[in-house]
Structures are given as structure tokens and as C-alpha cells.
T-cell receptor, first 112, second 112 residues
Framework: DADVTQTPRNRITKTGKRIMLECSQTKGHDRMYWYRQDPGLGLRLIYY???????NKGEISDGYSVSRQAQAKFSLSLESAIPNQTALYFCATSDHGADTQYFGPGTRLTVL | GENVEQHPSTLSVQEGDSAVIKCTYS??????FPWYKQELGKRPQLIIDIRSNVGEKKDQRIAVTLNKTAKHFSLHITETQPEDSAVYFCAASPGRSYIPTFGRGTSLIVHP
């Protein structure tokens, strides 16, 4: 869905570096999410936000932080990247009062 | 919290055969059960969902069934085609104010 975009699409970095992944949406949705996908482990929730002033930890928030700069923007930061944070990261959105989540194209992050 | 188990992790079928993917959940408060399809290199996209007030829902070649008593739900794909090859995720959610919990995914391979 082109209404949810993520930058960068691919990133290779080194252990200890600070990394920011960005998500933007033009769907006008209130709710935004960050997921991590690892082979065989499905989609695991890192953080979510129901509106600009709301930030909540998900299942695996350790080592990550987020910022909701505006309704349309939700960024994920790795303050000091480590190799086991190598994964595919998805941003998603949903509308208030609706259940369907709309995913961005994903960011493939490799930490060496 | 909710726990969603999904089986099998890999399913290989011949074109034209049927495919069934099964999920179980633990939280009796869950009442919304979506299924997402993720093609290789693409983002997950909703293909069908069901709410707890119905037992079955169909959309062309795909159907979902729900057994609330047993806490399990299944995805059925009939007359499989090579383009059905993808990873399928089930999820369960207590409703619109809550975050869905995803299963670990099933890799469906349809051989021509």
C-alpha cells in the first residue's frame, strides 16, 4: 500500500551505531505500530501509538525507542545497534475504531 | 496476554489441491481474527477476517472458520494456484482498542 512508506528500505550498519527508521502515512490514521519480523518468529510488536501523545511498549521494546512527531510520522530508533537486531522491520497503521492494519514496505536492517 | 499458535510452519501442495492452515488462541476475550498474506519480498496484506459472532466466512477460493468453544480458527484455500504461494499469518485480538497477536506464520508452497 503506497499510503504507508518507510525509509530507508535497506540499511547495513555496525555494532554500536545509532540508527533511525522512519515511517510516514497519508491514510489519515491515528494509530501507528512498529513490528519486527524474523524467520519462524512471525511479527512481533516493538512499540505502538494510538495518537500523537500516546506511546506504548510492545512485546519486545528493549533496545528500541520511538518518536511520534506528527499524526503521519512514527520513527523507530536503535540507540546502539547490536547484531541480534538484524531483522526486517515493518511499520503499520490502523484507523481508530477499525481493526485492519496496513503495513509499509519494510526496512531490512543488517547490523554487523 | 494472548498466545496464538499456528500450524503447520510449512505446507507444500500441488496446484489444484486444497490447503488448510490452523491457529489456536488462548484469550477467550478475543473476538477478531484476521489473516494476512505476505508474498516474497512484499508487505503483509489482509486477505480475510472473521469476528466471533459468525462461524464461517468465504471470499471466492478462501474461507475462514472459527470455533470459539475450542478456541481455534482455520484458513481454507481451495483450488490452489502458484500465486497463492506466500507466508500466511493468523492473528487474534480482543477488539478495536487492542493490538492483535500474530501467529508465527505458515509458508505455503504451491507446486505447478
Amino acid at each position: 500500500d503506497a499510503d504507508v512508506t518507510q525509509t530507508p528500505r535497506n540499511r547495513i550498519t555496525k555494532t554500536g551505531k545509532r540508527i533511525m527508521l522512519e515511517c510516514s502515512q497519508t491514510k489519515g490514521h491515528d494509530r501507528m505500530y512498529w513490528y519486527r519480523q524474523d524467520p519462524g518468529l512471525g511479527l512481533r510488536l516493538i512499540y505502538y501509538s494510538f495518537d500523537v501523545k500516546d506511546i506504548n511498549k510492545g512485546e519486545i521494546s528493549d533496545g528500541y525507542s520511538v518518536s511520534r512527531q506528527a499524526q503521519a510520522k512514527f520513527s523507530l530508533s536503535l540507540e546502539s545497534a547490536i547484531p541480534n537486531q538484524t531483522a526486517l522491520y515493518f511499520c503499520a497503521t490502523s484507523d481508530h475504531g477499525a481493526d485492519t492494519q496496513y503495513f509499509g514496505p519494510g526496512t531490512r536492517l543488517t547490523v554487523l | 496476554g494472548e498466545n496464538v499458535e499456528q500450524h503447520p510452519s510449512t505446507l507444500s501442495v500441488q496446484e489444484g489441491d486444497s490447503a488448510v492452515i490452523k491457529c489456536t488462541y488462548s484469550d477467550s476475550a478475543s473476538n477478531y481474527f484476521p489473516w494476512y498474506k505476505q508474498e516474497l519480498g512484499k508487505r503483509p496484506q489482509l486477505i480475510i477476517d472473521i469476528r466471533s459472532n459468525v462461524g464461517e466466512k468465504k471470499d471466492q477460493r478462501i474461507a475462514v472458520t472459527l470455533n470459539k468453544t475450542a478456541k481455534h480458527f482455520s484458513l481454507h484455500i481451495t483450488e490452489t494456484q502458484p500465486e497463492d504461494s506466500a507466508v500466511y499469518f493468523c492473528a487474534a485480538s480482543p477488539g478495536r482498542s487492542y493490538i492483535p497477536t500474530f501467529g508465527r506464520g505458515t509458508s505455503l508452497i504451491v507446486h505447478p
